[in-house]
């Protein structure tokens, strides 16, 4: 270290002078957009059914998309090392704010819908004969005339 360290922040961000830093950022930058890629894939496939979380992988995805792409790009035209550490910093605290501060209360509200949907279907289905359709007004139609009722075409 020959420099201060708030004089690194306007160094050029390479292999000369940030050896232990440049390498592992770009190819963990590489890795974390090809595993963020596959993740969403997987996730939104297991929950096709429900948009609360198919929206919070959506913001997660492009907001990693973004960030790990900036950080390759970054790395290819040796930016200053101020343009890395800002896009490091803000994207930690986007991620925490979808994850943790914007999508809970949502989730939260979608959890209550369908556990109040999940108990009013509970209720209807309770009794054991609710699903099968009653015969009596074929019944009563036939016992006033006399004759088997005869069915109606649609």
């Not at 101020?82 to 959890?111: K, M």
């Not at 279907?121 to 359709?133: C, G, M, N, Q």
Request: aromatic content about 18%; overall charge positive.
């Amino acid at each position: 270290m020959k420099l201060a360290p708030w004089d690194y922040l306007f160094v050029r961000f390479d292999s000369v002078k940030f050896h232990d830093l440049f390498y592992p950022t770009w190819i963990l930058s590489l890795i974390f957009l090809v595993l963020l890629i596959v993740l969403y894939n997987v996730r939104t496939r297991q929950l096709h059914r429900h948009p609360p979380y198919l929206d919070m992988y959506e913001w997660l995805l492009w907001t990693g998309v973004i960030t790990f792409s900036l950080l390759i790009m970054y790395s290819l035209f040796v930016f200053y090392y101020l343009f890395v550490i800002v896009t490091l910093v803000i994207a930690l605290a986007v991620f925490v704010w979808i994850r943790f501060i914007h999508f809970p209360p949502i989730l939260a509200s979608y959890q209550a819908r369908l556990a109040k949907q999940r108990y009013f279907t509970r209720l209807k289905y309770a009794h054991p004969e609710s699903t099968i359709r009653s015969k009596g007004s074929r019944a009563i139609r036939a016992s006033r005339t006399g004759k088997p009722a005869r069915r109606r075409r649609r």
